[in-house]
Nanobody, 125 residues
Framework: QVQLVESGGGLVQPGGSLRLSCAAS????????MAWFRRAPGKEREFVAA????????YYADSLKGRFTMSRDNAKNTVYLQMNSLKPEDTAVYYC??????????????????WGQGTQVTVSS
C-alpha cells in the first residue's frame, strides 16, 4: 500500500510562486508513475502534470505549460510541483497520485491507484 502526503500549499498573491511536495511511503517509489491533479471549487478534478519513473520527462496540461514544473527525487521518495506566475484560477485543492505504470504517462484519474489527501492552494490578493 502506498501512502502519499502532500505539503506546501497556502495563500499566495497573484503572480507569486509555490512549490508543492508529495512524499511517498510504502512500496518502491521508483516503480511508480506519479501525477498531480487539482480540483477547483465547483469543478471536477483535472489533470495537472505527470512524470515517468526516470523523471526525465514530464507531461503537462496544455493550459499550464510554461508555468508549472513537475519533478521527482527518487532518492527522497518525493515529487514536486513548482508553480510560478500563479493566477486566481489556479486556486484549488492539489492532489498527488501514483500508479504502478512507471514507464507511462496518464492524464485520467482512473489510471491512478493511490491518492494523497490534497493540499489547498489559494491565489488571491
Amino acid at each position: 500500500q502506498v501512502q502519499l502526503v502532500e505539503s506546501g500549499g497556502g495563500l499566495v498573491q497573484p503572480g507569486g510562486s509555490l512549490r508543492l511536495s508529495c512524499a511517498a511511503s510504502g512500496g518502491t517509489f521508483s516503480s511508480y508513475g506519479m501525477a498531480w491533479f487539482r480540483r477547483a471549487p465547483g469543478k471536477e478534478r483535472e489533470f495537472v502534470a505527470a512524470i515517468r519513473r526516470s523523471g526525465l520527462n514530464a507531461y503537462y496540461a496544455d493550459s499550464l505549460k510554461g508555468r508549472f514544473t513537475m519533478s521527482r527525487d527518487n532518492a527522497k521518495n518525493t515529487v514536486y510541483l513548482q508553480m510560478n506566475s500563479l493566477k486566481p484560477e489556479d486556486t484549488a485543492v492539489y492532489y498527488c497520485a501514483a500508479n504502478s505504470f512507471p514507464g507511462m504517462v496518464f492524464t485520467t484519474e482512473s489510471r491512478y491507484e493511490w491518492w494523497g489527501q490534497g493540499t489547498q492552494v489559494t491565489v488571491s490578493s
